[in-house]
Structures are given as C-alpha cells and as structure tokens.
C-alpha cells in the first residue's frame, strides 16, 4: 500500500506563492506517474500538474507559466511550486501516484487565495 502524505497548504494572498509538498512511501523514481490534482467545492477534480515515468510535464492550460512540477527521487518527495496564485487556484490540492495500473492519491491539503 502506497501512502502520499501532502504539506504546504494555507491561506495566501493572491499574487503570492506556496511550495506543496507530497511525501510518498513508495520509491517514486520507479512509478509510471504522479501530478497534483485539484478540486474546489462542486467542480470535479483536474488535473493540475502531471510527470510520467521519464520526466515528461504536463499542466493544465490554467496553471501554465505559473506552477512548476518537480520530484526529489533521494527523498520520494513530489513538489509543487505555485506562483502568482489567483482566487480561481482556491481548491483542494492532492498528490496522486500511478504505479503501473495502482492509483494512489493522498488525503489533500487546502490551498486558499485571498482577493
């Protein structure tokens, strides 16, 4: 069982920045996939920043220019650098893990962003 612990959440004013944090139980160099996803209240969760076996980025078009989406393999950890947030970022952020077919996602952590 693969367990994704997320960190970094909280309350920002829009224009600022948050790093997020995933640290997993599972050595994440050997995965298919990981991203973060999103989901705000009554929206159905995206996709907000992906990388698959490789090192191949994806980023929806929203996010793009302002998130970046990076791994530390030493210490199984998935990061997710937000810059320049909006309100519109305000949502639910959670770390999820492909391991060749097994989805695992992590319990979530808040991210808010002021006006």
């Known amino acids: 069982q693969v367990r994704l612990v997320e960190s970094g959440g909280g309350l920002v004013q829009a224009g600022g920045s948050l790093r997020l944090s995933c640290a997993a139980s599972?050595?994440?160099?050997?995965?298919?996939?990981m991203g973060w996803y999103r989901q705000a209240p009554g929206q159905e969760r995206e996709l907000v920043a992906g990388?698959?076996?490789?090192?191949?980025?994806k980023y929806a078009d929203s996010v793009k220019g302002r998130f970046t989406i990076s791994r530390d393999n030493a210490n199984n950890s998935i990061y997710l650098q937000m810059n320049n947030l909006k309100p519109d970022d305000t949502a639910v952020y959670l770390c999820?893990?492909?391991?060749?077919?097994?989805?695992?996602w992590g319990q979530g952590t808040q991210v808010t962003v002021s006006s």
């Open positions: 990388m698959i076996y490789g090192g191949t980025t």
């Open positions: 999820n893990v492909n391991q060749w077919g097994a989805n695992y």
């Open positions: 599972v050595t994440i160099a050997s995965v298919s996939g």
